[in-house]
């Protein structure tokens, strides 16, 4: 009940947050902006039409990463503001000061992160349904794929985000998040740009930091081949698995850290 | 002293900036205890350590050495926790809520979501006054109408012990009367109050024991009345006074008053019988020989200008 509550606190704390909101906005003007040639496109006819696939498909593909990349953003800001937020506007006192153990105070937070982003995760799973309506294509793979993928992949973001604002300053934590995100891509088997880093340090690199290639639902959303990618339930377990663990474990850091942590308006 | 709802034995906190070499020393070696159903109040300068203490009280810091017991338990702990009321210092708030959806708020996180504990929203807001604001936004409240709410959250469940860290700031003087007689009720009922407070006179009329400190340290800790009685004045009044003794009087450091039951000579409790013996050899009445009463003010800024001057 105590941590139902805090997660819904948190989530109703999300829908007033003003910088939130108004990124939010920004981000719908922009892609609003970007699929109104789409709507152009669309009503083509003949072999301009033809001609046009390739580019609205581009397009498509480019809008999605776009809102994946925005989707992590968010997991890592929301995670990190909402906590320095209370403790610098000081609410975290009453709260505390109520029969709430701290780690039941973080996972009511954390919940509350994953309820924004379930929301946010089914506005894009429509999004590039629309899209790809909208480009004249359609999504071969199973739906869940792109809610559950983005969802732990959400989730581990969060979780460091988590962890890292129980030690530092929230902008610090995330620009530490996009710092870990842009390794995590940089050091993965075939990633361009080529390796920078010695072969054994990359592989340990690589072990530490969360997988995002192996969890991006891009891989199953395929949009500019169109063909369904064949991946057994096993595979999709232990991804999915690898990923959830990757968050408790980080989860876990943040309690660890956040147990001797002060309390005080900052 | 009846058992001890509060207890700190030799606390000593010290803040360190990390990556620099400096430390402020926020408590040092402070023990006292506040009695079960006593008004105790935490008194001390601006910086004294007060906001330090009452955070490790609530377990929001850790103190480095000493041990501190809240109604048995250690600081923070959640049995503990269900029996306080607690309203901390610049009280802060979900700007998004109403005052019934915060109170619920607390309630959930509480862990009592029953319907009596609900239905008594209504009737705590009313005690507060803020009843008819049930719809405005909490953002749009004044600086008083957020404290009064504070008050409200930290009544909420019927505590066993209300903390509350400057109860009465920013209230107009009604509001802080009422506030008192709020707190002069909850006594009445046997709940135990730990306040913190700059505003001596309300404290004086509600407490029953007093902690002064400053610069974390322990100054004073007593009950209110001994400490009142430990002046070291005392007021004659006399009749039939002459005009040579007024002014002996006067000028040996005493202060002359003269009224219509007499003349009111107030002195140093050492020149008492001196002065008695004078008055009665110069044929004066000697009407009564009483205790200067000093007020907590006044022993307040005593100890803590003593405290200074030691420094």
């Known amino acids: 009940m105590k941590i139902r509550a805090i997660a819904l606190n948190t989530f109703a704390g999300f829908l007033h947050n003003k910088l939130i909101l108004l990124f939010l906005a920004i981000f719908l003007a922009i892609l609003g902006l970007f699929s109104s040639p789409l709507l152009v496109m669309k009503g083509m006819s003949g072999p301009a039409a033809a001609q046009m696939d390739s580019t609205v498909l581009t397009l498509v593909g480019l809008m999605m990463t776009m809102v994946s990349g925005f989707g992590s953003l968010l997991a890592a800001w929301a995670a990190a503001d909402t906590v320095a937020g209370e403790m610098k506007s000081g609410t975290i006192l009453a709260v505390m000061a109520r029969p709430v153990r701290r780690w039941e105070f973080l996972l009511g937070k954390y919940l509350g992160v994953q309820l924004l982003m379930a929301i946010y995760v089914l506005f894009m799973f429509g999004f590039s349904y629309l899209l790809t309506w909208m480009g004249g294509a359609h999504i071969q793979t199973t739906p869940w794929v792109l809610i559950a993928y983005p969802l732990v992949r959400y989730a581990i973001y969060s979780a460091i985000s988590m962890f890292l604002v129980t030690m530092m300053h929230p902008v610090l934590a995330v620009g530490l998040v996009l710092l870990i995100s842009i390794q995590a891509a940089m050091v993965q088997p075939g990633s361009h740009p080529p390796a920078y880093l010695p072969g054994p340090l990359r592989t340990i690199v690589y072990t530490l930091l969360p997988s995002t290639e192996l969890l991006s639902e891009s891989r199953f959303l395929t949009i500019t081949q169109a063909s369904l990618q064949k991946i057994t339930w096993d595979v999709h377990a232990i991804t999915l698995g690898y990923g959830l663990d990757y968050a408790l474990v980080c989860f876990l850091l943040a309690v660890w850290s956040f147990r001797r942590r002060s309390l005080s308006r900052d | ?311």
């Open chain 2, 1 to 311: 002293m009846t058992a001890a709802a509060i207890e700190f034995q030799n606390v000593t906190k010290v803040y360190r900036r990390v990556f620099r070499e400096e430390q402020v020393t926020a408590l040092s070696c402070v023990s006292f205890a506040a009695g079960a159903g006593e008004v105790c109040a935490f008194l001390g300068p601006n910086g004294a350590g007060k906001t330090t203490a009452i955070s490790l009280l609530m377990g929001f810091h850790f103190a480095d050495s000493g041990e501190i017991r809240v109604l048995g338990c250690a600081p923070g702990d959640v049995d503990a926790k269900e029996k306080i009321g607690f309203l901390p210092e610049n009280f802060a708030f979900y700007k998004y809520l109403t005052a019934p959806k915060l109170l619920q708020l607390h309630l959930a996180l509480a862990g009592n979501q029953s319907a009596e504990a609900a239905a008594r929203i209504p009737e705590l807001l009313a005690k507060v006054r803020l009843n008819g604001y049930e719809e405005m936004k909490i953002g749009k409240y004044s600086r008083g109408m957020v404290q009064r709410l504070g008050l409200a959250q930290a009544f909420l469940g019927d505590p066993q012990l209300l903390i509350l860290d400057e109860p009465t700031s920013g209230l107009d003087p009604a509001g802080r009367k009422e506030i008192l007689e709020l707190l002069v009720a909850l006594k009445a009922q046997g709940k135990t109050v730990f306040l913190s407070s700059h505003i001596l006179p309300e404290v004086e009329q509600i407490c029953d024991r007093i902690v002064i400190i400053d610069r974390g340290r322990l100054l004073r800790e007593g009950r209110l009345q001994e400490m009142l009685n430990l002046g070291d004045r005392v007021e004659i009044v006399a009749d039939r006074i002459t005009e040579e003794i007024e002014q002996a009087a006067a000028a040996g450091g005493a202060v002359v008053e003269r009224g219509a039951h007499g003349v009111r000579i107030v002195l140093d409790a050492a020149r008492k019988r001196e002065m008695a013996e004078a008055l009665w050899s110069a044929g004066c009445d000697v009407v009564s020989v009483n205790p200067v009463k000093s007020s907590l003010e006044e022993v307040f800024l005593k100890v803590v200008e003593h405290r200074e001057a030691g420094a």
